[in-house]
């Protein structure tokens, strides 16, 4: 069952340069992707290709200049792209739940663990005081918490980084969502507490039937723990499907590149890589925006590259899949 759709979404910085001149950079340009009830979609992407920026006009916390222009985001059923402010403040946290990057920037540094996770609650649901601060507890104790209610107890800056990240977890599945948008939720975290947090959200998802999105920039994570995979460049996705057949056979260069970069790649030295900086959104090239670095570009290539469905339902922007697509 598909909780979330997302159409053709489009967003775009719109300011003005010391001339006074408009000035537009197309950050997101017209990103399509689906998640189902029980899923891990993984989006990846190097810096700068819109992968946070995608979550974050889904859910409304834009602030100007940027503006989402276009496209819709239907969830369950309803575009939320058109909702009102307090609309959309009854559905975050309560339906959509987001975990940021960083726990401590994110948790209250004068607010205990358990009285942010209660306020999380009452935001949305009401309920006795008692009753909810078990609950909070108990929530805790669900994410792998060992002590729950010594971490109700504490302040932010008394728990680890991994205990913290657990926190941040708890808080935002206090409220029984059912999509979950987890960015970058291993940062700064050591590799073993990066595993314990990733295991915790893949059985939360099995366990709760979540629809999760996870954002990052590590391929090992998407391979380990996502079930399909969406590829951004340059606010756009250039490919996307089943992580064991992009990994397995990548269609787009882009891929390709991204899968070589890898640091397990690089030690074997299968290939040389080919680097480059990110396009600039204020002037993007025609046709593929990925052409200016692609070295099987075409002259057809600067035209709007087709989007071409591969198997299953998976798909890829380059022309050069619908040569290999009718081969």
Do not use: W
């Not at 993984?42 to 276009?70: C, D, F, M």
């Not at 409220?175 to 990066?194: C, K, W």
């Not at 996502?226 to 882009?254: K, L, N, T, W």
């Amino acid at each position: 069952m598909t909780i979330l759709s997302v159409e053709m979404l489009e967003t775009h910085f719109v300011s003005r340069d010391a001339d006074n001149r408009v000035r537009t950079a197309r950050a997101l340009n017209g990103v399509s992707f689906s998640v189902d009830r029980g899923e891990i979609l993984g989006l990846v992407g190097e810096t700068g290709a819109g992968k946070s920026l995608t979550a974050y006009s889904i859910l409304g916390l834009l602030n100007a200049p940027a503006r989402v222009v276009g496209g819709r985001a239907v969830f369950e059923g309803r575009d939320i792209l058109g909702l009102s402010a307090s609309e959309m403040n009854k559905l975050r946290g309560r339906r959509i739940a987001l975990v940021v990057q960083s726990p401590r920037s994110s948790l209250d540094p004068v607010a205990r663990i358990g009285d942010q996770i209660v306020r999380a609650y009452r935001d949305h649901q009401r309920g006795d005081a008692a009753e909810v601060r078990k609950r909070a507890v108990a929530m805790l104790e669900s994410v792998g918490i060992p002590d729950p209610q010594r971490v109700a107890d504490a302040y932010p800056h008394e728990l680890s980084g991994g205990m913290a990240q657990r926190a941040l977890i708890a808080l935002a599945l206090i409220n029984e969502p059912d999509l979950l948008i987890a960015d970058e939720p291993t940062t700064g975290l050591d590799v073993t507490v990066q595993a314990q947090v990733l295991d915790l959200l893949k059985s939360l998802v099995i366990s709760r039937g979540l629809a999760t999105i996870i954002i990052t920039h590590d391929l090992g994570v998407v391979a380990n723990y996502c079930d399909r995979v969406a590829v951004m460049f340059a606010g756009r996705i250039v490919e996307q499907g089943s992580v064991r057949s992009v990994f397995g056979g990548p269609v787009h260069p882009y891929t390709r590149e991204l899968i070589e970069s890898t640091p397990e790649r690089l030690k074997i030295g299968t290939q040389p890589m080919v680097g480059a900086p990110p396009p600039d959104l204020f002037a993007l090239p025609s046709g593929c925006h990925y052409r200016m670095r692609c070295t099987l570009a075409e002259p057809r290539c600067e035209s709007e590259p087709p989007q071409v469905v591969l198997r299953g339902g998976g798909m890829a922007r380059c022309v050069r899949a619908v040569s290999e697509n009718t081969a």
